[in-house]
């Protein structure tokens, strides 16, 4: 449709009248075609990637998204999943208020679920997604998981999240069905954000893992959970996420008073590689988290140069990309040193299975992109 938003196509097409649809194949065959053999190769790919992976000792974690866009071919193959208008307008819009990443909070404009009528189906549609995403990954990584416990919901004319309020989401009759339909539950819980003492119940029901920042640990209370010394094993601890900076970039950006607590506290675990980075990253692998994790960026040192994604802003992001010089045997050596020092070579190479979720007895040790 030349690029148009569904909302802006023919009204028979936008709502699938079968007439329009059989018509659009026909117009639209070569385009159709085209699109369909980009998807087969993905997944092509995508099966070979997990088959190298699994071959040489390797799970993958995957992420899904909590929401999905309006324009996109889940809202418009399925809008009864969605809170929508007799017009196919979302009646609300998904956002966060006020948090660490934004003083404004964030209005990320997609539309958001109707549960009530997800849970009649039994969930099927969101269990579908699960199977396609882990059909190319082992463990998925829950994006926004405060959401299955209660989602902001912002007017669709609101021009910041502010206006926005909690609504319940699924709660544990999601989880529930997950596990029915799959036999296991194999996810990380994202719990960064707003987390209240819901969102915290939920994820400990169902024995879920929770994620630990480094880059989170450093307001000045020694009780902060993101503190490598206060992980807990079912947890995974990051230097940083996606929608960070890298730790390089961050430690730059410290008032000085918070570096020099931030190298302290490194230092003291026992840290002292000369190079901030690495003792940030040892200290992080000397946590009880049972599963540590480095972006790329900060094992090649880089600064904020090597962002990836900034939270709420809409373009400019993903853009970074690692060239295969980068990769050098030297960091390659210095990571694998690291993770034999810290104890973290052990790996469990029996097929993943429900009790290997919950991290209380493995300790493994990744790296991502």
């Known amino acids: 449709m030349g690029g148009a938003h569904p909302l802006d196509w023919p009204e028979d097409l936008l709502r699938r009248s079968p007439s329009a649809l059989e018509c659009a194949r026909r117009e639209l065959t070569d385009a159709i075609s085209e699109s369909r053999f980009g998807q087969f190769l993905i997944s092509r790919q995508g099966n070979r990637l997990k088959k190298y992976a699994h071959e040489r000792g390797v799970f993958l974690i995957g992420d899904l998204p909590f929401f999905v866009s309006l324009d996109s071919s889940d809202v418009w193959a399925n809008p009864e999943c969605f809170q929508l208008d007799a017009n196919l307008r979302p009646r609300f819009v998904a956002g966060v208020p006020p948090d660490y990443f934004s003083a404004e909070g964030q209005l990320w404009g997609n539309p958001v679920y109707d549960w009530e009528a997800l849970c009649r189906t039994g969930y ?50 999601f989880f529930d069905a997950v596990r029915a339909e799959l036999g296991h539950l194999p996810f990380i819980a994202e719990d960064l954000g707003i987390i209240t003492p819901d969102v915290v119940a939920l994820r400990d029901q169902f024995e879920l893992p929770g994620v630990r920042v480094f880059q989170f640990g450093f307001d000045g209370n020694p009780n902060n959970p993101h503190l490598p010394h206060n992980c807990i094993t079912n947890t995974v601890a990051y230097t940083g996420t996606h929608d960070n900076s890298t730790t390089r970039g961050w430690f730059e950006s410290l008032p000085e008073h918070v570096r020099q607590t931030a190298r302290s506290y490194a230092h003291k675990a026992g840290a002292r590689t000369g190079e901030v980075v690495w003792d940030f990253i040892r200290s992080v692998w000397s946590s009880g988290s049972g599963l540590a994790i480095a972006p790329l960026q900060d094992l090649l040192n880089l600064g904020a140069e090597g962002r990836m994604n900034v939270p709420g802003v809409a373009a400019g992001n993903w853009r970074w990309r690692c060239t295969e010089d980068m990769l050098k045997p030297s960091i390659l050596e210095r990571l694998r040193d690291l993770t034999t020092s810290a104890g973290r070579m052990s790996f469990v190479k029996t097929e993943i299975r429900t009790h290997d979720l919950a991290l209380k007895d493995q300790q493994t040790s990744n790296t991502t992109p």
């Open 124 to 173: 099927r549609w969101c269990i579908d997604r699960l199977k396609s995403l882990l059909a190319h990954v082992d463990l998925v990584r829950l994006d926004h998981f405060r959401g299955f416990c209660a989602a902001w919901h912002v007017p669709p004319t609101a021009k910041t999240a502010h206006p926005g309020h909690w609504v319940p989401g699924p709660g544990t009759t």
